[in-house]
Nanobody, 124 residues
């Protein structure tokens, strides 16, 4: 079973920085895309940033220039470095990965997995 575990959330003042980490574990054959989503109270979950297996990245317009996504394939880990945080960045941040896991000697088709979420609160 593939599991995603996030860490690094917390409370920070506006203008501050945080770094989120997400470790993917389990019987993993491969990990394709990895990303971070967030959901603020009363709002829909939205994509923050994504990175594919080749290292290409994609960002929401609201975080461009402030957030940086990266991945360490050897550690099956994705990071989100956040700087110049704003109160509107307050949300639960979820890690997402598209991965293939082993079923015995056979890799299954790719599936989407989610972490449990980590709270990021930015005070004004």
């Amino acid at each position: 079973q593939v599991q995603l575990v996030e860490s690094g959330g917390g409370l920070v003042q506006a203008g501050g920085s945080l770094r989120l980490s997400c470790v993917v574990s389990g019987s993993i054959f491969s990990i394709n895309s990895m990303g971070w989503y967030r959901q603020a109270p009363g709002k829909q979950r939205e994509l923050v940033a994504a990175i594919n297996s080749g290292g290409s990245t994609n960002y929401a317009d609201s975080v461009k220039g402030r957030f940086t996504i990266s991945r360490d394939n050897a550690k099956n880990t994705v990071y989100l470095q956040m700087i110049s945080l704003k109160p509107e960045d307050t949300a639960v941040y979820y890690c997402n990965a598209e991965a293939r896991e082993w079923a015995g000697w056979t890799p299954l088709s790719a599936a989407e997995y989610w972490g449990q979420g980590t709270q990021v609160t930015v005070s004004s």
